[in-house]
Nanobody, 116 residues
Framework: QEQLVESGGGLVQPGGSLRLSCTAS?????MGWYRRAPGKERELVAT???????NYAASVRGRFTISGDIYHGTQSMQMNGLRPEDTAVYYC?????????????WGQGTQVTVTS
């Protein structure tokens, strides 16, 4: 079973930057990040496939960049120009398309706080 290890969360001032990283233990087809802000539903932030295709939520496009070697289960997301509304728990996820089924995995979550 895949295990996801997250790092990079923290507290920054508005306009600051953070880099979130996530590593899976095995072969992966797609990875990405979800986030849940206080009082809000979980939302998709960014995804990247093992052939390098990326997708971003409109609210972060142009500020966040996701990259990595997805086939080998490692990715990171650079977050620039952070805003208070980016404050949330960020969850790494990974999807593996095996011969018998689709496997999905979630990280424990890492807190990102943007405040003065």
């Amino acid at each position: 079973q895949e295990q996801l290890v997250e790092s990079g969360g923290g507290l920054v001032q508005p306009g600051g930057s953070l880099r979130l990283s996530c590593t899976a233990s095995g072969s992966i087809s797609m990875m990405g990040w979800y986030r849940r802000a206080p009082g809000k539903e979980r939302e998709l932030v960014a995804t990247i496939t093992n052939d390098g295709l990326t997708n971003y939520a409109a609210s972060v496009r142009g500020r966040f960049t996701i990259s990595g070697d997805i086939y080998h289960g490692t990715q990171s997301m650079q977050m620039n120009g952070l805003r208070p509304e980016d404050t949330a728990v960020y969850y790494c996820y990974a999807k593996h398309l095996a011969w018998d089924r689709v496997y999905e995995y979630w990280g424990q979550g890492t807190q990102v706080t943007v405040t003065s």
